[in-house]
């Protein structure tokens, strides 16, 4: 018996999310099934990180245990013509039989993209979330700073999760804002006040040991409000204090996040 890691990207537009449910298509549900027909054998992967329901990654991982003779560098390639074109394994190798993904220190970065024009794109729709309002990045910046460190981050969970203690690590939080090339926004004139103020995708790029349920959506959601004014910078001290999830924004879309990677120490 071998342990096999496979890390794996997907479009997650059309699944219910990564972890298996009834009556529904999941990640996790389609690896299963193309592991069973390249194995024969009944296969349940372990995954890192359970995405939620339009979620997308760059390199979720999992492993899973199997008796093949198949080398495990070759069965990315095979698993990838056995798999739907919106999921798809990156890389394929074997690890020692007890690493177990959940269990291992390690650092996760999400990102989460904004579309900051007078209309929106049909192109960008599906990775992104788009707002029309006048955004300050650079209230977002000064809002994100707090966040980062060891904090107790209830008033960013999700209602439903069940977790022994909300306290985690932020290691870092970036604003990042890209200009897009007249080709994707032709709405924008260059001559005007307002010129670079519309036509960016704004990106919030969180890396922390672990997260909560919903808890980058739920950063972005306020960042967003606070970069829009609907919210202060010192709200974000307020939420720190009392741990109230009535006190933080709204949870941002699934479209406009991805997992972006995760390293292993």
């Known amino acids: ?84 074109e919106d999921i798809r394994v990156i890389e394929s190798k074997e690890v020692e039989v007890d690493f177990h993904p959940r269990h291992c220190d390690s650092v996760k970065t999400y990102e989460y993209r904004i579309w900051n024009d007078k209309f929106p794109s049909p192109t960008l729709r599906l990775y992104s979330h788009f707002s029309y309002r006048d955004i300050d990045a650079d209230k977002m910046r000064e809002a994100a700073a707090k966040l980062v460190g060891e904090h107790d981050f209830g008033a960013f969970c999700g209602a439903g999760s069940q977790v022994e203690t909300t306290v985690r690590t932020i290691y870092s939080i970036e604003i990042l804002e890209d200009r ?66 009535s006190d933080a924004g709204p949870t941002a879309p699934a479209c406009g996040l991805t997992m972006i990677g995760i390293q292993f120490k």
């Open 1 to 84: 018996m071998k342990r096999i890691l496979l890390r794996v990207a997907y479009d997650g537009t059309e699944y219910s999310g990564w972890q298996v449910q009834p009556n529904a298509v999941t990640i996790e549900g389609e690896l299963n099934k193309a592991l069973k027909d390249l194995l024969g054998e009944e296969i349940q992967v372990i995954g890192a990180s359970r995405t939620d329901a339009g979620v997308h990654s760059l390199g979720n991982v999992c492993v899973f245990d199997t008796q093949s003779p198949i080398p495990a560098e070759k069965m990315s390639y095979a698993l990838n013509t056995r798999l739907p």
């Open 180 to 245: 897009l090339e007249a080709a994707v926004s032709n709405q924008v004139d260059i001559t005007s006040d307002n010129a670079g103020k519309f036509g960016r995708m704004i990106r919030i790029r969180v890396t922390g040991s672990g997260f909560l349920y919903n808890m980058v959506r739920i950063i972005a959601g306020t960042l967003l409000d606070i970069g829009t004014g609907l919210m202060e910078v010192s709200d974000i001290d307020k939420c720190l204090e009392t741990c109230d999830r």
